[in-house]
C-alpha cells in the first residue's frame, strides 16, 4: 500500500480533552502508527528555549523546526518517551511552562507551514492515529473517520491537577483553569489553523465519560467505518 493511500483517523480537541491517551490507546489496539502533532510543537518550544531563540522569531523558529532532531521511543508500556538532540526530555515535554510556550509558536503560520510535511510523513501502512488541533481540517482532511474529543474547562483542569500530581509536579487548580482558558481562546482565535471540528467529525463530549467509555464510542466508529488493525 503506497504511504499516500495509508487509512488515517484524526482525534483532535483542545488541551486535556483526553486525545492524546484515547488517540495513543486506539493506535495500539489497531497496530497502526501514532503522531502526537503537539509533541512536536512543544519541542520545538523546549528547542527554542534550549538554542536562545525568542518564540515571536518566526523566521528562526520555521529554521529550527524543519532541522528538529526528533525521536519518539515506545516500549509498549506507558507513556512513549521522547528524545530532543538525544536527550529523554518526555518529563520537561509536559510541564504547563512548555505547554503554553508550544501554543505560543503553533500560533505562528510560518512554524506550522515547517511543520505540515513533517506530520504527513507519518502517513504510513498499515495506517496513522493523529492527534492534535487540526489534524482533520488541515493536516489530513481526508481522513476516513475524524473525531473532534471535547470537556468542559472545569474537567480538563480537574484531569490536568490529578495527572501533574501523579507526574511528582505541583500545580494549582485556579492557575491550570485559567491557563485552559486562556489557550482554549488563543487556540480558536488564531489566523492560521484555528482550533475547530472538521465539517464531517464526529464531536464526543468527554467531561463525564470514562477513559473506557470514550474508547467504546470510537470502536464502535472504527467498526462503523470499516477500519481495522492487522
Known amino acids: 500500500m503506497p504511504a499516500e493511500r495509508a487509512p488515517v483517523i484524526t482525534v483532535d480537541g483542545p488541551s486535556g480533552s483526553g486525545k492524546g491517551t484515547i488517540s495513543r490507546l486506539l493506535a495500539r489496539e489497531l497496530g497502526w502508527h501514532w503522531l502526537d502533532s503537539g509533541a512536536l510543537y512543544r519541542l520545538l518550544a523546549l528547542a527554542a528555549r534550549r538554542h536562545g531563540v525568542a518564540l515571536d522569531d518566526a523566521g528562526t523558529l520555521a529554521d529550527l523546526a524543519r532541522r528538529l532532531d526528533v525521536r519518539f521511543a515506545d516500549d509498549g508500556g506507558g507513556e512513549p518517551r521522547v528524545l530532543l538532540e538525544g536527550e529523554d526530555v518526555t518529563r520537561e515535554l509536559r510541564t504547563e511552562q512548555t ?9 505562528l503560520p510560518a ?3 515547517a511543520l505540515l510535511d513533517r506530520q504527513r510523513a507519518f502517513r504510513r501502512p498499515p495506517g496513522l492515529v493523529a492527534d492534535g488541533r487540526d ?5 489530513f482532511p481526508d481522513a476516513e473517520l ?21 507526574q511528582g509536579f505541583e500545580a494549582s487548580m485556579d492557575a491550570l483553569f485559567r491557563d485552559i482558558l486562556a489557550r482554549d481562546e488563543r487556540d480558536a482565535r488564531r489566523a492560521v489553523s484555528p482550533l475547530r471540528p472538521a465539517a464531517d467529525a464526529v464531536v464526543i463530549d468527554a467531561s463525564d465519560l470514562s477513559i473506557d467509555e470514550v474508547m467504546a464510542r470510537v470502536r464502535a466508529l472504527v467498526r462503523e467505518r470499516g477500519l481495522h488493525g492487522d
Do not use: D
Open 111 to 113: 512554524v506550522r507551514e
Open 99 to 107: 505547554g503554553a510556550a508550544a501554543s505560543r509558536v503553533a500560533a
Open 135 to 139: 489534524m482533520g481540517t488541515v493536516v
Open 146 to 166: 475524524k473525531i473532534f474529543l471535547t470537556a468542559s474547562a472545569e474537567e480538563r483542569a480537574r484531569r490536568r491537577h490529578k495527572q501533574l500530581k501523579e
